[in-house]
């Protein structure tokens, strides 16, 4: 399956935005997905992941109650909603797919099969 992120831009302190993972080559129902975040200098972590269902969200802790994932499954298509960014939340932004096992949602990035190519997120303060 491709992927590709996009929705990514420059916005201040406070602002929204909300990135979209779009898929190609297979259906985006037999996959759990996960957003992904990198800053320059740092490992790529994990930011929030939502099950094949869409059922099952989890989300790091500095980003609970700010963002939110959310799949349609009918357009093959993941989102995340990020509200009230802040500078620490600049990074390049990736979306990843995982065949889903038992783990419903996985928050390390070697549990995921396929990765689109990043969108950029600036914060400015």
């Known amino acids: 399956v491709q992927l590709q992120a996009f929705g990514g831009g420059l916005v201040q302190a406070g602002g929204s935005l909300r990135l979209s993972c779009a898929a190609s080559g297979r259906t985006l129902t037999m996959y759990a997905m996960g957003w992904f975040r990198q800053a320059p200098g740092q490992e790529r972590e994990f930011v929030s992941g939502?099950?094949?269902?869409?059922?099952?969200?989890s989300y790091r802790d500095s980003v609970k109650g700010r963002f939110t994932i959310s799949r349609d499954n009918a357009k093959n298509a993941v989102y995340l909603q990020m509200n009230n960014l802040q500078p620490e939340d600049t990074a390049v932004y990736y979306c990843?797919?995982?065949?889903?096992?038992?783990?419903?949602?996985?928050?390390?990035?070697?549990?995921?099969?396929?990765w689109g190519q990043g969108t950029q997120v600036t914060v400015s303060s």
């Open positions: 990843a797919a995982r065949p889903q096992d038992t783990i419903l949602v996985a928050t390390s990035t070697d549990r995921y099969r396929y």
């Open positions: 939502i099950s094949r269902s869409g059922g099952t969200t």
